[in-house]
């Protein structure tokens, strides 16, 4: 994951903290995960969150999702569900205004699998 994370900040080291991350340790089914994602921001116009980034350490496509943000969005808050393949590692990488960066991760453990063929 340290290269998609490269990739998206042009190599600039993400800040830690300022994220808070829902997501269960452990899920029965990775067919649907619930995720809660929230990063502190006052989202003005001079200080907001441009862009949420969700990355999996294993599903065979690891960029579940971009969501893009704006001042106007209010709030840098996001709730979905995300399948996962297998037990792993989540990370979450918030793009601030004025080219600033945050990443947060989590551990889950996946009992069922999904997005994998099973019959290998």
């Known amino acids: ?31 649907s995960v619930p995720l809660r994602i929230r990063v502190d921001s006052p989202m003005t116009a001079a200080d907001h969150v441009r862009a949420i980034h969700v990355f999996s350490e294993r599903n065979p496509r690891p960029r579940i999702a971009v969501f893009h943000l704006g001042a106007a969005s209010g709030r840098a808050e996001i709730a979905t569900r995300v399948r996962l393949a297998v037990g792993q590692r989540i990370a979450v990488l918030a ?26």
Not at 2 to 19: K, Q, Y
Not at 96 to 119: F, H, M, N, P
């Open 1 to 31: 994951m340290a290269a998609l994370v490269a990739e998206v900040t042009g190599g600039a080291r993400p800040d830690r903290g300022g994220i808070a991350m829902e997501i269960p340790p452990r899920a029965e089914n990775g067919n």
């Open 95 to 120: 793009s601030l205004s004025g080219g600033r960066y945050r990443l947060a991760q989590a551990e889950v453990v996946v009992t069922s699998a999904a997005c994998i063929d099973e019959g290998l």
